[in-house]
C-alpha cells in the first residue's frame, strides 16, 4: 500500500489522499476537492482510480465526486448517514466495512460521528497502520462541531475509538492546521516541551512537507488526548468558573475555545 498526499493549496488547506495498491495500480481517492490536482496526481503514479470515499459530507470533502467520476468511472462510498447529502453514493459504508481495491489496501470503517454525524474515519489492515481521520482528529487537536455536529460525540469518538488504535497508527487529517494548532496547545499547556519542539518544526515545513504523525505522538502533543493533564484542568479552571475535572468536561471546554481560536 502506498499513500500519496496531496495538497489541495486552498484557502482551508485540504489534503486529499490516494491510497496505491502496488500490485494492481489501483487506487482509492479520499476525499476529492480539486479534481484535477487529483487526476494529475494518480496519471503521475501510474494508478487508476476505482473508488472515492468521502469521510463526510462537506462541500471541501466532495466537490472533486462528479469530475473523478466522470474520468475514471470510479464508485462513491460514504457512511449511510450521508446518502441524502452526498450525490450519487453507490455504496453506503457502516462500521466494520472493509473497502478494498487491489491486493494490499484493505482499510476499515470506524463510525466516527462528532464533526457531523455521518462521519467515518478508515484504518489500514495492511502494511503499517494509518488512519485517514478526515475532519475527526488533526494534528494536536480535533475537528469542530459547529456545522451539524455534537460535542459529546466526538468525545466518545476519541476516548473509545481513536485513543485505543496502536501508538506507531500513522495520522492523515483532511486538513493542514497543524501550526495553529500548536499554538492553541500551548496555550492551554505552556510547560509541554515536546509541543513546543514540534512546533519548530512544524514552522519549518511547507503543508507538501508537513511531519506525518503517529498517534504515540498526538498522545505527548494533542490536548484532546490529555484531558487529565493538571496543566490543561489547572488553565481551564482558571478561565471558566464552573468548569469540572473530569474528562468529557474538559473535552468540551477545549472545544468550545478552540472554535475561537
Same mark, same amino acid.
Given at each position: 500500500?502506498?499513500?500519496?498526499?496531496?495538497?489541495?493549496?486552498?484557502?482551508?488547506?485540504?489534503?486529499?489522499?490516494?491510497? #496505491?495498491?502496488?500490485?494492481? %495500480?489501483?487506487?482509492?481517492?479520499? &476525499?476529492?476537492? @480539486?479534481? /484535477?490536482?487529483?487526476?494529475? $496526481? *494518480?496519471?503521475?503514479?501510474?494508478?487508476? #482510480?476505482?473508488?472515492?470515499? %468521502?469521510?463526510?459530507?462537506?462541500? &471541501?470533502?466532495? @466537490?472533486? /465526486?462528479?469530475?473523478?467520476? $466522470? *474520468?475514471?468511472?470510479?464508485?462513491?462510498?460514504?457512511?449511510?448517514?450521508?446518502?441524502?447529502?452526498?450525490?450519487?453514493?453507490?455504496?453506503?459504508?457502516?462500521?466494520?466495512?472493509?473497502?478494498?481495491?487491489?491486493?494490499?489496501?484493505?482499510?476499515?470503517?470506524?463510525?466516527?460521528?462528532?464533526?457531523?454525524?455521518?462521519?467515518?474515519?478508515?484504518?489500514?489492515?495492511?502494511?503499517?497502520?494509518?488512519?485517514?481521520?478526515?475532519?475527526?482528529?488533526?494534528?494536536?487537536?480535533?475537528?469542530?462541531?459547529?456545522?451539524?455536529?455534537?460535542?459529546?460525540?466526538?468525545?466518545?469518538?476519541?476516548?473509545?475509538?481513536?485513543?485505543?488504535?496502536?501508538?506507531?497508527?500513522?495520522?492523515?487529517?483532511?486538513?493542514?492546521?497543524?501550526?495553529?494548532?500548536?499554538?492553541?496547545?500551548?496555550?492551554?499547556?505552556?510547560?509541554?516541551?515536546?509541543?513546543?519542539?514540534?512546533?519548530?518544526?512544524?514552522?519549518?515545513?511547507?503543508?507538501?512537507?508537513?511531519?506525518?504523525?503517529?498517534?504515540?505522538?498526538?498522545?505527548?502533543?494533542?490536548?484532546?488526548?490529555?484531558?487529565?493533564?493538571?496543566?490543561?484542568?489547572?488553565?481551564?479552571?482558571?478561565?471558566?468558573?464552573?468548569?469540572?475535572?473530569?474528562?468529557?468536561?474538559?473535552?468540551?471546554?477545549?472545544?468550545?475555545?478552540?472554535?475561537?481560536?
Amino acid at each position: 500500500m502506498k499513500i500519496v498526499r496531496i495538497y489541495m493549496d486552498n484557502s482551508l488547506n485540504n489534503y486529499c489522499h490516494l491510497i #496505491i495498491c502496488e500490485e494492481t %495500480n489501483e487506487a482509492v481517492v479520499l &476525499d476529492p476537492l @480539486d479534481a /484535477n490536482k487529483c487526476l494529475t $496526481e *494518480a496519471e503521475r503514479q501510474s494508478c487508476k #482510480i476505482t473508488k472515492i470515499v %468521502n469521510t463526510h459530507e462537506h462541500f &471541501d470533502h466532495i @466537490d472533486g /465526486n462528479p469530475d473523478v467520476v $466522470e *474520468a475514471t468511472g470510479a464508485v462513491i462510498c460514504a457512511h449511510k448517514n450521508a446518502t441524502d447529502s452526498i450525490p450519487n453514493v453507490g455504496v453506503a459504508l457502516e462500521a466494520g466495512d472493509v473497502v478494498e481495491v487491489g491486493t494490499t489496501v484493505r482499510l476499515r470503517v470506524l463510525y466516527t460521528p462528532g464533526h457531523t454525524l455521518a462521519h467515518l474515519c478508515l484504518v489500514s489492515e495492511i502494511g503499517e497502520p494509518a488512519l485517514f481521520c478526515g475532519d475527526t482528529l488533526f494534528n494536536a487537536s480535533a475537528g469542530n462541531c459547529k456545522f451539524g455536529g455534537d460535542v459529546n460525540l466526538m468525545y466518545q469518538t476519541f476516548v473509545d475509538q481513536l485513543a485505543l488504535l496502536p501508538d506507531d497508527t500513522q495520522i492523515y487529517p483532511g486538513h493542514d492546521y497543524m501550526v495553529n494548532n500548536l499554538n492553541f496547545s500551548l496555550s492551554r499547556e505552556p510547560g509541554n516541551a515536546v509541543a513546543k519542539q514540534q512546533l519548530d518544526e512544524s514552522s519549518q515545513q511547507s503543508p507538501d512537507t508537513r511531519t506525518v504523525t503517529t498517534l504515540g505522538i498526538e498522545k505527548q502533543i494533542n490536548p484532546f488526548f490529555r484531558l487529565d493533564n493538571p496543566e490543561i484542568v489547572r488553565l481551564l479552571k482558571e478561565e471558566f468558573e464552573e468548569q469540572q475535572a473530569d474528562p468529557q468536561s474538559v473535552f468540551v471546554s477545549l472545544r468550545r475555545l478552540r472554535d475561537n481560536w
